[in-house]
């Protein structure tokens, strides 16, 4: 607490506006402090030890060095689905509860996926920029492949590769799906085969991966698992960046193997103006973009709040990622 009421302590490099975030908090006769990385060091001995509750935007570190200055803090919120920026282990340690929110954009992401999938398949970026450029050929940009011939992929089966599966089923394309963790009567509920790792990478003409980043899953698709995919395959990555090797993702472009990648997540963000990928006419790149629209922005920050709301007054979290012995 600071000055009587309840503090929340937004990490945010990302929003410029919180008003939605404020205007809820004020019914709740909270005070809301908005910090920023470069304003981060001032900042942190004025709010560190009164915060009752983080908000920690996707993107901003909240590693364990913070976090052992927040005193009395019993919530930590995760504006988005990704958590790897948060020492999650630190924060059970301390007694603080941390969740996100994994749920709020499963349309928009799948939908980006798909079209991510049309759209390198399809070759739409390469037209549009021939066309602008005054040349006026649809044969110039082959090999062009009818769409339902392709076997589609899934490196992971949660909630929006289920999503990406039903939606692809009206294309009429042959979906496979790796997950260690997901039941066979999961996979046969929605049409989806389960295939070992190996055998997803031998027979997948697209590759979409759905999976988090952790140390199992990072460089995860290296050269040599690039190099099993059918020569001519197409990747697409909306979940995270460093999943894939990026180097040796040019390489395989480079060489033919892979005929190109729809990438909405980079291992950097933003990317260095001289990474090689962006001057790949292969690679179609949108900058973290998938979980964008106007609904699914005003409906994370609401249950962002909740989060907090519910974690500062001992509420149990319907998507804890820890369970700490002893709660602040």
Known sequence: MKDGKFLVWILDDEWKNHDIEKEIFA??????????????????????????????????PCKAELIDKLDVCKVIAISGVGFNHVDIEEATKRGMVVSNVPDYCSEEVSDHTVTLMLAITRRIAAFNQKVKEGKWDPLDTLPIHRFNQNTVGLLGFGRIARMVATKLKAFGVRIIAHDEYVSEEVFSSHGVEPVSLDELLRQSN?????????????????????????????????????????????????????????LDVLAQEPPE????????????????????????????????????????????????LNQPDVII
Do not use: W
Not at 50 to 59: E, I, K, L, S
């Open 27 to 60: 019914q709740q006769g909270f005070e809301v402090k908005v910090t920023r990385s470069d304003t981060l060091e001032k900042d942190v001995p004025v709010y560190a030890a009164f915060a009752d509750g983080v908000v920690a935007q996707v993107g901003f």
């Open 206 to 262: 697209i590759l979409s991966l759905h999976v988090p980043l952790t140390p199992e899953t990072e460089n995860l698709l290296n050269y040599g698992r690039l190099k099993q995919l059918p020569k001519g395959a197409f990747i697409v990555n909306t979940c995270r960046g460093a999943v894939i090797d990026e180097e040796a993702l040019e390489r395989a472009i480079k060489e033919g193997h892979i005929a190109g990648a729809g």
């Open 273 to 320: 103006l001289h990474h090689p990928l962006l001057s790949m006419k292969e690679v179609f790149i949108t900058p973290h973009s998938s979980y964008v629209s106007e609904e699914s922005l005003a409906e994370l920050k609401r249950r962002t709040c909740q989060i907090i709301i519910d974690g500062v007054k001992g509420i149990p979290l319907n998507y804890s």
